[in-house]
T-cell receptor, first 115, second 112 residues
Framework: KAGVTQTPRYLIKTRGQQVTLSCSPI?????VSWYQQTPGQGLQFLFE???????NKGNFPGRFSGRQFSNSRSEMNVSTLELGDSALYLC??????????????FGAGSRLTVL | GQQLNQSPQSMFIQEGEDVSMNCTSS?????WLWYKQDPGEGPVLLIA?????ELTSNGRLTAQFGITRKDSFLNISASIPSDVGIYFC????????????FGTGTRLKVLA
């Protein structure tokens, strides 16, 4: 079955702009989580959506937002981009339960560069 | 944000050597996952652990879920050049949220 698909893979924006990233989960997976990865900070949890509802949220400012559609596809948006937002943004999908029902499968990521 | 303590941060080893890395926390977990990430790609699942004390192997990789539920380790035997990459642990908290907390990563470099 198809894996987790993230688009776009690479993008360059300038400060003050906004960006929308997309994630298509594995078929049947209802949970989508988003992570920001930078060399100095590792994998930082942004938020998780399950059945179109935000179930968990990390400690990021309100400029970072997301949503999930009825087909489980998810988007995340970053408004008023700052230089520090340059990172690899990863999404991961899972069935959404506990233990074996919640193993995360990652996409290849969207690398955002803010100039 | 929350992160697990993962060590070592990086290591250089000779091809053929065994490698060991671990993750520790003050929190209790009900699931541990180990991932490998190659440059420019997303993490790929290596091993999943669901019970305290569980020891699971995947080829040359062996991982264990600590008895206290607060730690886990990963061993790689007879390392080869393609083992190069960053290894992450991830733990799902036993109570409350369903989210995973990730370790800070171990960067492995294998010298041929």
């Amino acid at each position: 079955k198809a894996g987790v698909t993230q688009t776009p893979r690479y993008l360059i924006k300038t400060r003050g702009q906004q960006v929308t990233l997309s994630c298509s989960p594995i078929s049947g997976h209802r949970s989508v989580s988003w992570y920001q990865q930078t060399p100095g900070q590792g994998l930082q949890f942004l938020f998780e959506y399950f059945s179109e509802t935000q179930r968990n949220k990390g400690n990021f400012p309100g400029r970072f937002s997301g949503r999930q559609f009825s087909n489980s596809r998810s988007e995340m948006n970053v408004s008023t981009l700052e230089l520090g937002d340059s990172a690899l943004y990863l999404c991961a999908s899972s069935l959404g339960g506990r233990g074996g029902a919640n193993v995360l499968t990652f996409g290849a990521g969207s690398r955002l560069t803010v100039l | 944000g929350q992160q697990l303590n993962q060590s070592p941060q990086s290591m250089f080893i000779q091809e053929g050597e065994d490698v060991s890395m671990n993750c520790t926390s003050s929190s209790i977990f009900n699931t541990w996952l180990w991932y490998k990430q190659d440059p420019g790609e997303g993490p790929v699942l290596l091993i999943a652990l669901y019970k305290a004390g569980e020891l699971t192997s995947n080829g040359r990789l062996t991982a264990q879920f600590g008895i206290t539920r607060k730690d886990s380790f990963l061993n790689i035997s007879a390392s080869i050049p393609s083992d190069v990459g960053i290894y992450f642990c991830a733990g799902q908290l036993r109570s409350g949220t369903y989210k995973y907390i990730f370790g800070t990563g171990t960067r492995l470099k294998v010298l041929a």
